[in-house]
């Protein structure tokens, strides 16, 4: 079955990057948009950024637009989110998600494809 394995996350200083990656298998991954989620403990899970499935397009959050970036390499199935400028409030468990709707979206369900998430903690 299809496959979303996130790598990259760790813990911290305020200040400082990490970089996400999700690695993708048993997927047309070339023909989805793909995006990322977060979600903190006692809270929903709230959209991050997605990216098309060609590049050419993304979306972000507010609270991360300026500091989050999101790519992809279609040649090795492999979307990243490039996290600089991290605060505490960006601790959380992050996830990879998959989706073939016509647009990108900032919906949960409009996402298919879910990793099983990478933590990361921001100690201030």
């Known amino acids: 079955q299809v496959q979303l394995v996130e790598s990259g996350g760790g813990l911290v200083q305020a200040g400082g990057s990490l970089r996400l990656s999700c690695a993708a298998s048993r997927l047309t991954f070339s023909s989805y948009h793909m995006g990322w989620f977060r979600q903190a403990p006692g809270k929903e899970r709230e959209f991050v950024a997605a990216i098309t499935w060609s590049g050419g397009s993304t979306d972000y959050a507010d609270s991360v637009k300026g500091r989050f970036t999101i790519s992809r390499d279609n040649t090795k199935n492999t979307v990243y989110l490039q996290m600089n400028s991290l605060k505490p409030e960006d601790t959380a468990v992050y996830y990879c998600?998959?989706?073939?709707?016509?647009?990108?979206?900032?919906?949960?369900?409009?996402?298919?494809?879910w990793g099983q998430g990478a933590q990361v903690t921001v100690s201030s």
């Open positions: 998600a998959a989706s073939n709707t016509p647009r990108l979206s900032r919906m949960v369900r409009a996402y298919d494809y």
